[in-house]
């Protein structure tokens, strides 16, 4: 019996929602997201296999709903970084609240970003949220090239920097770098050292003094 | 009928081994990599389901099989790159090969890179593979600092650079920039803007002439 069954036989319609949402999640971790249905979230929550049509009109509105509450989770997480009056210290900040949420969150991690999207016109929400989170580390960037609105040079550093974080949390999450003779120590202190490598990029654009 | 079964019935046994290949990089385009089996490549071949143990030991034997010709395929191609007396310029021209086959390949790309390794102690051949892609970018920053050997400077900026260039084919590959207002021009051009941007990180960490 899986997590989600045993109170739910006859939920609120509220309740029945978020259970949606979390047998959703339990589904796409034992299946893969491609097995995901609404009949088989609907028989996980021991509910008749229409009853999930209340809430979602179908299996991509749900996985979008699944996918949108990963993107407000990593917000949240991502705003919970220490602030500092540096901002390039700031950034660092952010980089390692990125890293921490990605090892940490494996499966949430990989829904935001190695997901194929539902058919993204139908589900504003998570447009938003989604791009909630990506403006965490823009307004960060418009803090240090001192601007209001991020532009078209924050957005570039601001892809520079996730395509760098996302690469290195993928690589330390799938374990690959131990196959090649790399030592504990660089595996251990790399984060550090990139978070310094991405300064150091970024400092280079900055106009002398 | 798929493709590989048609001429199979009586393969030689080198054909087998081959064909092996190819009917379990087929199931895995279809059914992901967690269902791949001896039982079902040997169905795929129109075999016995004997047969495949006449080379493969396991399902595991096969995969890091699978595996390693990847590795080896994507050797040959960063060694294709343009030759180029700056070794910038030549560090540049890896970063392209690299992107285009990860764009080019996605689920040989996968395989490499986000599929949990078969026990690696058991398939030297596969750890040597994957090594020799691997030192194809140790290699062209071992010229960049001007040493023989690569060292732990070398591993950590080669760790660097395919944590960027990893998480940059990985975001292209999954589409997710388009649902963030990030113009298509600026999608565009952001391989080009990245290589810079690493070319400018390795820069700070040279020694002043």
Redesign the interface.
């Known amino acids: 019996m899986s997590r989600t069954q045993k109170n739910s036989a006859l939920l609120p319609s509220i309740d029945l929602k978020d259970a949606c949402v979390d047998a959703a999640r339990e589904s796409i971790a034992a299946h893969?997201v491609?097995h995901l249905s609404l009949r088989d979230v609907a028989r996980r929550l021991g509910v008749s296999h229409q009853a999930p049509y209340r809430h979602y009109p179908s299996r991509d509105h749900l996985l979008a709903e699944v996918m949108r509450r990963c993107f407000r989770n990593f917000t949240i997480h991502l705003e919970k970084r220490e602030s500092n009056q540096d901002p390039q210290k700031e950034l660092e900040a952010l980089g390692r609240q990125y890293l921490s949420f990605a090892l940490a969150n494996p499966l949430e991690y990989r829904l935001?970003?190695?997901?194929?999207?539902p058919q993204?016109a139908e589900h504003p929400e998570l447009?938003r949220d989604?791009?909630h989170a990506?403006d965490t580390l823009r307004n960060a960037l418009a803090r240090i090239h001192n601007v209001t609105l991020p532009n078209?040079f924050v957005?570039?550093?601001a892809?520079?920097i996730?395509?760098?974080?996302?690469?290195?949390a993928?690589?330390l999450g799938?374990?690959?770098?131990h196959?090649?003779?790399?030592?504990d120590q660089?595996?251990q202190?790399?984060p550090e050292?990139?978070l310094t490598?991405?300064g150091?990029?970024l400092?280079?654009?900055m106009p002398m003094d």
């Open positions: 893969g491609e935001m970003f190695s997901t194929p999207w993204s447009v989604a791009a990506f078209a957005n570039q550093n892809l520079f996730w395509s760098t974080m996302h690469g290195l993928s690589l799938s374990n690959c770098m196959h090649l003779n790399i030592s660089t595996v202190e790399i050292y990139i490598m991405i150091q990029a400092q280079s654009q």
